[in-house]
């Protein structure tokens, strides 16, 4: 991980998404987004990962076509 890599708290992350942050914690948990964990124990979500998630789930899905 870069030393200048921005971090999203988890209500940063819920924010995001228009979700309650204890889905995001479930996310981190099942392994759907990658956590970093502080010093302190709280996890932290990789910017980069979470807008290319975010990304990905405004995209129309051919499939919704069919």
């Known amino acids: 991980m870069s ?3 921005e971090l999203l708290t988890p209500g940063e992350v819920a924010r995001l998404f228009a979700v309650d ?3 995001v914690s479930r996310w981190a ?3 759907k987004i990658t956590a970093v ?3 302190g124990g709280h996890r932290r ?3 980069t990962e979470i807008r290319a ?3 990905m789930a405004q995209q ?3 499939d919704q076509f069919n």
Do not use: C, D, Q, V
């Open 37 to 39: 964990k502080t010093l």
């Open 53 to 55: 998630m975010l990304t």
């Open 45 to 47: 979500f990789r910017a």
């Open 60 to 62: 129309p899905r051919i």
């Open 29 to 31: 948990n099942s392994g």
């Open 21 to 23: 942050p204890k889905t």
């Open 3 to 5: 030393n200048h890599e």
